[in-house]
């Protein structure tokens, strides 16, 4: 079998649509518990009525960072993994800063948006190697 630009022998057909299809359904489970504790925070409504959401988004958070360091551990030093930790490190900031919150919220939804739709050698862009990389061939290790 052949390599794609990542380095990695190419996904059956059918493991391709099961893992673009579970990705897919994690990120939307994660825009609707973002949807539900943002609002609920932001209009600050009783805790009890959005911590399932809060519970959604960190559980979908967790598991998609994860999905992204195995498939890759580079996404850690790319923009799109350095951006998602500081979104983790925002996320810390709202209890002590209770008073900020509206501004931490919306600094978590810009870097959000950077994340998921800036341009490719923006999220690619190795803040350690100083570089736009794309897959395992571009840099050693």
Request: proline share 3%.
């Amino acid at each position: 079998m052949g390599k794609n630009t990542t380095g990695q022998p190419p996904l059956s057909e059918a493991r391709f649509w099961f893992e673009r299809l579970t990705k897919t359904g994690l990120r939307a489970l994660h825009i609707i518990g973002v949807v539900g504790a943002g609002g609920g925070i932001l209009l600050h409504v009783d805790k009890h009525a959005w911590l399932t959401y809060w519970i959604i988004t960190m559980t979908t958070g967790t598991l998609l960072m994860v999905w992204e360091i195995i498939r890759d551990w580079r996404w850690l030093i790319q923009l799109k993994g350095v951006l998602t930790l500081a979104k983790v490190g925002l996320l810390f900031l709202l209890v002590p800063l209770s008073n900020w919150q509206v501004e931490i919220i919306t600094a978590l939804v810009l870097l959000s948006v950077m994340v998921s739709h800036g341009p490719a050698g923006l999220r690619h862009y190795s803040v350690v190697h100083r570089k736009v990389i794309h897959g395992k061939k571009e840099i050693k290790g």
